[in-house]
């Protein structure tokens, strides 16, 4: 587990920033996914959050899931916050990814995909997300869940036409199909976009693989998240996550950012 501090602070309030990222194989005997989270060079508080989960063979999931990450470094090393649009730079990370694994397959007998969850945090409080496949995006505000992604997946198709609900997609067979991700030939992976104008002390954004939100309510995973610092969460995670796939578990992947009040400045002592 890794973790990291920073603060923020926009025109109208501050909010300190903590962050983690958790990675395990599960009992996979090697490991595809890719977690990353990564302060701006040059912007205080401006933070990119993303997670890969790479899949087609043993090298090409890892290949596919290293290229989302290395495009990733590169497009956010470049971003100007104030400047440039987040969503633009999130978006092109989707493309420039989906197009360089789908190289990566014309140049080797591999056929190589990602899904892709990535968040991105301004100085100012505002928050914009992207994903493809079935990597998740939560969004709590003091443990309760507002918003988190939809699955690209054939499950969530189902659930979406009212034929099982999210607690039998949990058990389905082919829970492991997905109708959108980067590398696929026919198709191009879906855009999903999503804004959150104003984030505040007290919110907190998870990217997490499949790997580890198969085995939690979001209820579950709120009240960890709230209760503990993200470090310290992201390891409970991790650990049950890996109890309750009882030796099937697959890899695992997380990154949190949490959001909390700047410290009280201490009163001035009168002279």
């Keep these: 587990m890794k973790d990291s501090v920073a603060a923020a602070a926009p025109q109208t309030r501050g909010f300190r920033l903590a962050a983690a990222t958790g990675l395990h194989k599960g009992d996979r005997p090697y490991q595809q996914d890719q977690v990353l989270v990564m302060n701006h060079p040059r912007a205080a508080g401006c933070v990119l959050g993303v997670i890969a989960d790479g899949m087609g063979g043993r090298s090409g999931g890892r290949k596919a899931s290293d290229q989302v990450l290395m495009t990733a470094r590169q497009l956010f090393a470049r971003y100007k916050p104030g400047r440039d649009e987040s969503v633009h730079v999130l978006r092109q990370l989707l493309e420039e990814a989906n197009t360089v694994i789908k190289l990566t397959a014309l140049s080797s007998e591999q056929e190589p995909h990602s899904t892709i969850a990535a968040f991105l945090m301004n100085p100012g409080g505002d928050c914009a997300w992207i994903h493809a496949g079935d990597s998740r995006i939560y969004h709590f505000r003091r443990g309760q869940l507002i918003k988190r992604t939809k699955d690209h997946s054939y499950v969530q198709a189902l659930v979406d036409?009212?034929?099982?609900?999210?607690?039998?997609?949990?058990?389905?067979?082919?829970?492991?199909?997905?109708?959108?991700?980067?590398?696929?030939?026919?198709?191009?992976?879906?855009?999903?976009?999503?804004?959150?104008?104003?984030?505040?002390?007290?919110?907190?954004?998870?990217?997490?693989?499949?790997?580890?939100?198969?085995?939690?309510?979001?209820e579950e995973m709120g009240r960890v998240l709230a209760e503990q610092t993200p470090r310290v969460a992201a390891e409970?995670?991790?650990?049950?996550?890996?109890?309750?796939?009882?030796?099937?578990?697959?890899?695992?992947?997380?990154?949190?950012?949490?959001?909390?009040?700047?410290?009280?400045?201490?009163?001035?002592?009168?002279?």
């Design 161 to 218: 036409r009212g034929e099982i609900s999210e607690a039998e997609a949990n058990l389905h067979p082919q829970s492991n199909i997905l109708l959108g991700c980067l590398g696929m030939k026919s198709t191009p992976p879906p855009v999903d976009i999503h804004l959150v104008p104003n984030m505040e002390p007290g919110d907190l954004l998870m990217a997490c693989s499949d790997g580890l939100w198969h085995y939690f309510t979001p």
């Design 236 to 271: 409970l995670l991790v650990s049950e996550a890996r109890r309750r796939a009882r030796g099937t578990g697959d890899n695992i992947s997380l990154a949190i950012l949490k959001l909390g009040d700047l410290p009280e400045p201490e009163a001035l002592e009168d002279e």
